[in-house]
């Protein structure tokens, strides 16, 4: 049995990392402000005995004993990370840096969720690990890509100055159950769109793409990442290359929902990639049998039962 910290726990992608990791017999230990997560993610796991919870920002450092540390901390929706510029780059910069010296001194493995978004608006196309970037350092989204590539560095310098054993995956869009109906990222908000039978907004022409992974392939990845022998430390792409435009993703969630919603056009946000897609080569060749397996419409699906469920919970609430 390991010992295993998670910071940002109780958001959408920790809550089913804390889960898998206890599903496979270990010991976690969620570590979060509670700025983005909450506790109702994680509190079907509290009966369990090897599941704690720490509130804890990780700008500040923190002591405990554990053998790997998965950093997740960091809001990922560009409405929730532009809230507070300043505090996005201190949650990835000061993050990296308490949770890497952390590891450092206990000598534990340490895992960083970096994220597509280090490639920019990309100029190639699917993206491998090997492209620098197109990233707008002055720019609305640059607290995000900027606090990310920053922290990679963190992570890369600390494994070659300090010897830490450091894995770095590069997480491509990712949705499913647990996402926040009010996150503003695309999926949640069509779904919760069209179950409304409200208008859906695509922004600008919606002709831009992205390439959606389903929780539990990322989930899947992240704990084949920390398994890889000592010397690979990454980065490495995780995501599902299927590539689809806005326009496409509100037709299918239109269609899987029967909804009578309409597509409305709202301006594109500055800076906002045109495309997005992963080159997943090196994952297939260094993540022991970890490909995507769950395929756009069938996670789709799960993710509006997640939905549908909670609208039918609060409608409930409100008769009582
Ligand atoms: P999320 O916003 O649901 O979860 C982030 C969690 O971190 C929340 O529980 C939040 O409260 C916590 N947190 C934020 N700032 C903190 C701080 N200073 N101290 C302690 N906790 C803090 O987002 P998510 O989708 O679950 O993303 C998890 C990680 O994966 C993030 O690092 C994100 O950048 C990365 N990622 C996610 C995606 C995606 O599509 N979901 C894509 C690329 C990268
Ligand atoms: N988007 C959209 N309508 C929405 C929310 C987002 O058309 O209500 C678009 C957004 O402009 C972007 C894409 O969907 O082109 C993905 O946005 P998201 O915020 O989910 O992720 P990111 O831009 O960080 O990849």
Redesign the pocket.
């Known amino acids: 049995m390991k010992r295993i910290l998670v910071?940002?726990?109780?958001?959408?992608?920790?809550s089913h990392l804390c889960e898998r990791l206890l599903e496979e017999g270990n010991e976690v230990i969620s570590?979060?402000?509670?700025?983005?997560?909450?506790k109702s993610k994680i509190v079907h796991l509290m009966d369990n005995p090897y599941f704690e919870i720490i509130r804890?920002?990780?700008?500040l450092p923190y002591f405990l004993e554990v053998d790997e540390i998965y950093?997740?901390?960091?809001?990922?929706?560009p409405v929730?990370y532009q809230h507070n510029p300043i505090?996005t780059v201190?949650?990835s910069v000061l993050?990296a840096i308490n949770m890497l010296g952390l590891a450092k001194r206990i000598k534990a493995k340490i895992l960083q969720?970096?994220?597509?978004?280090v490639y920019g608006d990309p100029e190639i196309h699917p993206q491998p690990e090997d492209y620098w970037g197109h990233v707008n350092p002055i720019g609305i989204r640059s607290c995000?890509d900027e606090g990310?590539r920053c922290a990679e560095s963190l992570f890369v310098n600390y494994h070659n100055s300090n010897d830490v054993l450091v894995k770095i995956v590069?997480?491509?869009?990712?949705?499913g159950p647990r996402?926040?109906p009010d996150?503003g990222?695309v999926v949640s908000n069509f779904i919760m769109q069209a179950l409304q039978g409200k208008d859906i907004t695509v922004f600008g022409d919606g002709t831009q793409t992205r390439s959606f992974?389903y929780v539990s392939d990322l989930v899947d990845g992240m704990i084949k990442m920390m398994a890889t022998e000592d010397d690979f430390i990454g980065p490495i792409n995780i995501g599902n290359p299927g590539e689809f435009t806005m326009l496409e993703l509100a037709e299918n969630i239109i269609e899987l929902t029967g909804s009578k919603s309409r597509i409305i056009h709202l301006p594109l946000p500055s800076d906002d990639p045109m495309q997005r897609k992963p080159d997943i080569s090196l994952a297939q060749e260094k993540l022991q049998d970890w490909e995507p397996r769950i395929d756009l419409r069938t996670g789709l699906s799960k993710t509006i039962e997640y939905f549908d469920d909670l609208l039918k919970e609060k409608s409930i609430k409100e008769l009582m």
């Open positions: 910071t940002g726990g109780a958001g959408f992608v920790g570590m979060d402000n509670y700025f983005t997560g909450r804890h920002d990780v700008t950093n997740l901390a960091c809001p990922a929706s929730h505090k201190k949650t993050g969720a970096s994220t597509s978004e995000y990310k590069r997480i491509f869009n990712t949705y996402m926040e996150d990222r992974q």
